[in-house]
């Protein structure tokens, strides 16, 4: 299509300070599909991040102005943006004579909403996308100076820079507008103009078919992520009130909603970074309160891949190797998740259950025994032995401030389950085949964390007896074992009478090493430090 005419469209930049942020990175994204054809952007004013700051804490200041004075309606629109389009035909401007352009057009914007011209200073943002037919984009503050601009997307508004616009490329350019010729001029003797170009809209939109309605489900999905997101965030905020308060209806309350919300979000098959960012919030939230949303487990974490959850559980600093012959390392976690081994679980808590299977099949027969579905199965390509997953939806405390009663029913729920997986005993769960490592054959099976009791259901922990038997030398048996035999010793010191209590610590570290070392897997120093 040919413009036959100088153009100039104008808008308002909708969705506030995210819809500034899309808008920017789509004006400076050379790879943007939209900019196929554009063979250079060329900066004329600002930089987009501190136009982006500037224009949102012009917009943040009014309305909390506005706020105190208890009046005036929120800001919903940040900026407004113009694009000044050439025709093909023409010769294209410098960037020196563009930048001259845009400060003829700032000039008489400037008159029009009556503010001086240096009063956008650091207020706009432009920049020139060269192609066939180049344009000027100039992206305007709508606030500035703590006053609301209402007359930048008035029609008189566009009048005045359309015309600005036009004398400025005579001026600079020699680009008369009077003079132009168009490149297609015969538009048929039977056809008029508007029937062209209906015609062309209908081929238009016979190619774009489903590509439209594909595009109003993202826009719905849009939306509706919008809108759970801002109800998510206002609940949270009311269950860290509630928590403060020790309000315990409104707890249960917002506990309920937030579950209802994430529900809503996890159909909407979130993007990872929106994903972290939920995470995030929930993270904030349990810090202030010291206290744990009971539903996160079964909540937000319903949103990730189990992958993603597993990548997101990681200790901060975990043990991990490429190569078991040559021992452990230990480093951050964004270093440690590109190894093919990697410890799962922190000192503190379990949010895993791993068995060690060594068998043929060992990835797929747990169905034949019964078992439940493992989160995650990582298989060795060459053995096809593999590493069973069970992720907990409630982390078990590992602790010495854990509860005894919890840590002794989740040993007695991974003896079963490795009973009936007929998992390695000797296996010692400090690290597992890393599932983020391509060197292995990874499958997702079951989509949520378990509960205990939920994996309890498919074990024989009918009898009291049964649900209280710990194999002392395996998997959380060890942690039950060290803790009991540790606290009896440690008391019976202080009641005789122990000289200090840096010494008594330093026995107990003792003490709790020689009890380790009965193990036939001894536990890490870490939890063995933090039990003692």
Not at 274 to 291: C, D, H, M, R, V
Request: one cysteine or more; a positive charge; glycine letters at 6%.
């Amino acid at each position: 299509m040919t413009i036959k005419n100088w153009f100039v469209r104008s808008e308002r930049v909708k969705d506030k300070h995210n819809g500034i942020i899309k808008y920017g990175k789509y004006l400076i994204d050379s790879k943007h599909p939209n900019h196929s054809n554009t063979t250079a952007i060329t900066p004329i004013y600002n930089n987009i991040e501190n136009f982006i700051r500037s224009v949102s804490n012009e917009a943040v200041s009014l309305d909390m102005g506005n706020s105190q004075k208890k009046g005036g309606r929120p800001v919903q629109s940040y900026a407004q943006s113009f694009v000044f389009g050439l025709p093909q035909s023409v010769q294209k401007p410098t960037p020196e004579q563009w930048k001259s352009i845009t400060n003829d057009i700032l000039k008489e914007l400037a008159k029009k909403l009556g503010i001086e011209v240096n009063d956008f200073k650091g207020k706009i943002f432009a920049n020139v996308h060269e192609q066939d037919n180049p344009h000027l984009n100039l992206v305007v503050s709508r606030i500035i100076n703590g006053r609301s601009l209402k007359a930048l997307d008035q029609k008189g508004t566009i009048g005045v820079v359309k015309a600005a616009f036009t004398a400025s490329t005579l001026a600079r350019c020699g680009l008369d507008v009077s003079a132009y010729k168009p490149l297609q001029t015969n538009l048929g003797p039977r056809q008029e103009k508007w029937q062209i170009q209906q015609k062309e809209a209908e081929k238009a939109l016979k190619k774009v078919g489903l590509e439209a309605e594909k595009l109003n489900l993202e826009v719905a999905r849009a939306k509706g992520l919008a809108k759970y997101s801002a109800m998510l965030n206002n609940q949270i905020l009311k269950w860290i009130e509630a928590v403060n308060i020790t309000d315990e209806k409104q707890e249960k309350r917002q506990e309920n909603r937030i579950e209802q919300t994430i529900d809503k979000l996890t159909g909407l098959n979130l993007p990872e970074e929106q994903i972290e960012l939920l995470n995030q919030l929930f993270e904030q939230a349990e810090q202030k309160t010291g206290k744990p949303v009971k539903n996160r487990g079964g909540g937000h974490r319903d949103i990730m891949t189990q992958l993603q959850l597993f990548s997101s559980t990681l200790p901060k600093k975990p043990y991990y190797t490429d190569d078991l012959t040559n021992g452990l390392n230990i480093a951050k976690a964004e270093i440690a998740r590109k190894a093919k081994y990697i410890q799962h679980n922190g000192p503190t808590h379990m949010l895993w259950l791993a068995f060690d299977i060594d068998r043929q099949g060992a990835s797929i027969d747990w169905s034949d025994r019964g078992a439940p579905a493992p989160n995650i199965t990582v298989k060795n390509p060459e053995n096809g032995h593999a590493h069973a997953l069970y992720g907990l939806a409630t982390a078990v405390r590992t602790a010495p401030d854990g509860r005894i009663a919890p840590l002794r029913y989740a040993a007695a729920v991974e003896n079963a389950l490795c009973e009936l997986l007929e998992a390695d005993r000797g296996y010692s769960g400090l690290i597992v085949k890393n599932p983020l490592n391509k060197h292995w054959q990874v499958a997702e099976w079951h989509t949520e964390p378990y509960e205990l009791g939920e994996l309890a259901d498919y074990l024989d922990l009918k009898t009291p007896a049964q649900k209280k038997k710990v194999v002392a030398d395996y998997g959380l048996g060890r942690n039950c074992t060290l803790f009991e035999e540790l606290r009896n010793w440690s008391y019976r010191a202080i009641r005789q009478g122990w000289p200090a209590y840096k010494q008594w610590l330093d026995a107990c570290l003792t003490r709790a090493q020689g009890i380790n070392l009965n193990f036939s897997k001894p536990l890490p120093f870490s939890e063995v430090k933090a039990t003692a």
